[in-house]
């Protein structure tokens, strides 16, 4: 009987693991699998390379920047032979950015030029993943993933008017810039 009732409780709580564990497509894996494949473009970028002149920034701008971990960038270029495919790729990404979890906090753009939207993963006061993604249709889309603890939304924004002023050029940053060109 002990046996039976172990048994029993060692099956419940495989189950309930086994059922908790997400099997939905998922940015993360999204990323793995795609980073190394053609028209992808997969930077890993740590904060350090922004080259932010830290004594010029703000106390909010110093607390966003403390916040952050690294940023993933993940980009696929439309070229005439992979137009279908650029469009199941489109696909994908917004189904994955379409799940629940993601709450948008800015969409904007337009077709011409292009559209982005602004989702965070997390609480509003304890951002765990800032998600940009914007795509001109005849040139492809980007992802970036800002990555940190305790990340507030507000502040991070303040830090995004002093990436204007970062020197950009030398870094890893340039490979994504030219990647559309």
Same mark, same amino acid.
């Given at each position: 009987?002990?046996? #039976? ?8 709580? =495989? @189950?309930?693991?086994?059922? $908790?564990? &997400?099997?939905?497509?998922? #940015? ?13 473009? $997969? ?8 080259? #932010? &002149?830290?004594?010029? #920034? ?11 971990? %690294? =940023?993933?960038?993940?980009?696929? %270029?439309?070229?005439? !032979? ?10 994908? @990404? ?24 602004? %989702? ?6 304890? @951002? ?8 001109? !249709? ?5 992802? @970036?993933?800002?990555?940190?603890? !305790? ?11 002093? =990436? ?18």
């Amino acid at each position: 009987m002990k046996s #039976l009732i172990k048994n029993l409780t060692g099956m419940i709580l =495989l @189950v309930a693991t086994l059922y $908790s564990c &997400d099997q939905g497509p998922s #940015l993360q894996r999204y990323y793995v699998d795609n980073q190394e494949q053609p028209n992808f473009l $997969s930077i890993d970028v740590p904060l350090s390379m922004l080259n #932010l &002149d830290k004594e010029q #920034l703000t106390q909010d701008q110093k607390d966003a920047y403390k916040s952050i971990q %690294k =940023l993933n960038m993940l980009a696929y %270029k439309v070229t005439p !032979d992979n137009t279908m495919q650029y469009a199941e790729e489109m696909a994908k @990404v917004k189904t994955i950015l379409d799940n629940p979890k993601y709450e948008e906090l800015m969409r904007g753009g337009n077709p011409e030029d292009g559209t982005f939207s602004i %989702k965070i993963l997390g609480d509003e006061d304890d @951002v765990e993943e800032f998600i940009l993604f914007g795509n001109i !249709d005849n040139r492809g889309f980007a992802i @970036v993933r800002i990555l940190g603890n !305790d990340m507030n939304p507000n502040k991070i924004m303040t830090l995004a008017s002093a =990436l204007d002023k970062a020197n950009i050029s030398d870094s890893q940053l340039s490979q994504f810039t030219e990647f559309f060109k």
